[in-house]
């Protein structure tokens, strides 16, 4: 099961799909975080804020991951 999860990741991955997800992330952080912050709804900033973060981390776990 774990392999065909890894050969799926592999088969997806690529250059294009990494800085994309970057991008994302990047996106969320620089503009729409502080909109969200500036009009002081606080549930959504605190969404923003983390998949920001997680949309950072995520195309290098993916990275790793399709490494095995």
């Given at each position: 099961m774990i392999n065909t999860i890894v050969?799926?990741?592999q088969?997806?991955?690529d250059?294009?799909?990494?800085?994309?997800i970057l991008a994302i992330g990047v996106?969320?952080?620089l503009?729409?975080?502080p909109?969200?912050?500036s009009m002081k709804y606080k549930n959504d900033t605190r969404i923003t804020l983390v998949m920001g973060i997680i949309f950072l981390i995520l195309p290098f776990v993916l990275y790793a991951v399709s490494r095995m």
């Open positions: 050969q799926n990741i088969n997806f991955y250059t294009t799909v990494f800085f994309v996106f969320l952080l503009w729409d975080y909109i969200f912050k």
